[in-house]
Structure formats: structure tokens, C-alpha cells
């Protein structure tokens, strides 16, 4: 499953909202369980990824409430409320629906 | 807290290979699966497997099988990525990760072992 990532880089204005976008070759919702099998992480220069959310729209234990998920089927969504000066980073989507496990290539936000 | 320490960076030459470790700590070892991904420089991360801690099933990404090997030591709470036949595209960041719960999401990441392939 490819996953593809727009725009590739976004420069949004502190306190305003900043949303990236992610679209899967196919669908990542399960029927099954009607699960969207899509994480996003968030990772700043130097660090290794961290979790922001999973199941499309499920934050992650001590994320600010500021980060949503939305989106079902093949198109999602990661929205920043208000952006803050610490949320500079790359922002990554990946599914989890098959192996391979896959990521997007990557948004790169800026203030 | 949860934590994964992983080896020291590693200068390697093509045909070689590399063994990269990742110990964990804070939590009951063979209680999560460990993932093992990559991210050559500026390019999107790649997963390249991950291994069943509790009792060593794994399973690989197409990409790499063949030349991948995961495994684990549950006396030393510490699991093993080892990449043969190493070429220059293999330089890369190569992190560790805890799946949250056996759905391949990633809560906790190594800090990240630079492997750079070079004759």
C-alpha cells in the first residue's frame, strides 16, 4: 500500500491551524471492525518518530489535544488546532492494515 | 519508564554485515512485539520486520527477506536486527520500536543507530 502525503512541506503562522493530508492506495478500513488501520507520528530533527495518534483519530497518552486524526476508507487527515512553536517538525502517516507496513514520505512543517 | 537503548553507530563495507541491538527497559519484555525500521537520509521510513517477543515468531518485509534476521534474547530483554550483504544504499538511521498492542503502531522508539556503508 502506498501512502502519499500533501503537501510535502506547509508553513502555517503561530496559532493558526495546520492540516496535512494522507491518501492509501487502497483502502486501510477494515470491515471487520471498522477500524482505520492509520497512525501518525510526529518527528523532530535528530529524535526518532513519536506517536500522535492511531486508529485515524485515537490520540496517543499524553498528546495535546490540539493534534486530531479524521479521515476513513483512503483519505485522512492530521489537523493542529493552533500551532505552537514546539510543533515544528516532519509529520509522517503509516498504515497498518497489511505488510509491508508503510509511510508516507513525510510533511515538513514550519512556522 | 519505557525505554529502548540501542548499539552504538557502525562503519561497515559493502558484502558485510551489521548486527544492531536495542535493550529494553520499564516494561515486561515479552509483552510486545519489537519492529525494526529505517530511514535513509531524507527519505520517508521503511519497516523492514518485527518479532513476537514472547515466543520468536517474526516476520519480514519482502524488500529485505533473505537478508534480514530478527531475533531476541529474553534473559537480556534485548532484541537483535542483523542486515547482510550491506550495500551502499543500506546507510541509514535503523531504529527499534515497541508495538503498542500487536497492531504494529509504535509507541515507544530507540533512540536510532546510523549505519554507514562504505568502501
Known amino acids: 500500500i502506498v501512502m502519499t502525503q500533501s503537501p510535502d512541506s506547509l508553513a502555517v503562522s503561530l496559532g493558526e491551524r495546520a492540516t496535512i493530508n494522507c491518501k492509501s492506495s487502497?483502502?486501510?478500513?477494515?470491515?471487520?471492525?471498522?477500524?482505520?488501520?492509520l497512525a501518525w507520528y510526529q518527528q523532530k530533527l535528530g529524535q526518532p518518530p513519536r506517536l500522535l495518534i492511531y486508529?485515524?483519530?485515537t490520540r496517543e497518552s499524553g498528546v495535546p489535544d490540539r493534534f486530531s486524526g479524521g479521515g476513513s476508507g483512503t483519505d485522512f487527515t492530521l489537523t493542529i488546532s493552533s500551532l505552537q512553536a514546539e510543533d515544528v517538525a516532519i509529520y509522517y502517516c503509516?498504515?497498518?492494515?497489511?505488510?509491508?507496513?508503510?509511510f508516507g514520505q513525510g510533511t515538513k512543517l514550519e512556522i | 519508564q519505557v525505554q529502548l537503548v540501542q548499539s552504538g553507530a557502525e562503519v561497515k563495507k559493502p558484502g558485510a554485515s551489521v548486527k544492531v541491538s536495542c535493550k529494553a527497559s520499564?516494561?515486561?519484555?515479552?509483552?510486545?512485539?519489537i519492529h525494526w525500521m529505517r530511514q535513509a537520509p531524507g527519505q520517508r521510513l521503511e519497516w523492514m520486520g518485527w518479532?513476537?517477543?514472547?515466543?520468536?515468531?517474526?516476520k519480514y518485509s519482502p524488500k529485505f527477506q533473505g537478508r534480514v534476521t530478527i531475533t531476541r534474547d529474553t534473559s537480556a530483554n534485548t532484541a537483535y536486527m542483523d542486515l547482510s550483504s550491506l550495500r551502499s544504499e543500506d546507510t541509514a538511521v535503523y531504529y527499534c520500536?515497541?508495538?503498542?498492542?500487536?497492531?504494529?503502531?509504535?509507541?515507544?522508539w530507540g533512540q536510532g543507530t546510523l549505519v554507514t556503508v562504505s568502501s
Open positions: 520499564g516494561y515486561t519484555f515479552t509483552t510486545y512485539a
Open positions: 520500536a515497541r508495538d503498542i498492542g500487536s497492531w504494529s503502531v509504535f509507541d515507544h
Open positions: 486508529w485515524a483519530s
Open positions: 503509516q498504515q497498518y492494515y497489511s505488510t509491508p507496513h508503510t
Open positions: 487502497q483502502t486501510i478500513l477494515y470491515n471487520s471492525d471498522n477500524k482505520n488501520y
Open positions: 518479532i513476537n517477543t514472547g515466543n520468536g515468531n517474526t
